[in-house]
């Protein structure tokens, strides 16, 4: 059973999109989350050359547009990053950080990650923070010290307050853009594990959503989010197509029916 407050989903579009592309996929998402009123909130994190695009199509509709990383730097000399103040420039809701793809191609450390966190609530974004196990680790028993090590790192930065702020998007890496999600057991399991560390930073965190990603389709979706400590999902290849990225946001509004 899941609880009652609405859920949130996300589109992750990684490093795809083309202006001519984006505009109707950015329309018709626009005009589908329309009817989901407010019982879905529904974001997409573009790659930053298409901010001004986003903002221009999104502007005045329900769904909100964020990026997919940050610089943990304010400004400065830090060729071809992006400032979080420079996102919130193009009114920018969301900020995902510590994505697998970064941790594992950019040695982002979870310090790294926290810094990150802590500069986009700065700029008055909503970090959404992904943390996540690999086969590996999850195969040696070690998938809650993993995950639990990465959200300790961004708690021990953040006061409470602070921390109620955020959004956490756990994603085992063995799930990411594989086709093979976790079961709705096996994405519970951990969820109420993430709920438990919150509640223990305070009540104001207790409510943090936690979005499960990693292969969420069409059709898994409404099972992944009727579990009682998932609030929604951070979507990647299917946010690429408004069908069936408008059916995952159906999914969520039909969870908790
Ligand atoms: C992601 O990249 O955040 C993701 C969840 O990807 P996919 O949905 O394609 O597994």
Known sequence: MSRERAKLVVGNWKMHGRIKDNAA???EVA???SALQNEVSVGVCVPCPYLAQSQALLAGSVVRWGVQDVSAHAQGAY????AAEMAADFGVTYAIVGHSERRAYHRESPELVAAKARRALDAGLTPIVCIGETLDERESDATEQVIG???DAVLL???????ARIVIAYEPVWAIGTGKSATAEQAQSVHAFVRAKLVEKGAAVASVPVLYGGSVK?????ELFGQRDIDGGLIGGASLKSKDFLAICQAARTALQ
Not at 157 to 163: F, G, R, Y
Request: net charge negative; no cysteine; charged share 20%.
């Open 79 to 82: 060729t071809g990053e992006v």
């Open 157 to 163: 930065v953040l006061s409470e307050e602070e921390a």
């Open 218 to 222: 069409p059709e898994n979706a409404q």
């Open 149 to 151: 090590g990465q959200l």
């Open 25 to 27: 996929l950015l329309t």
């Open 31 to 33: 005009a589908g989350a």
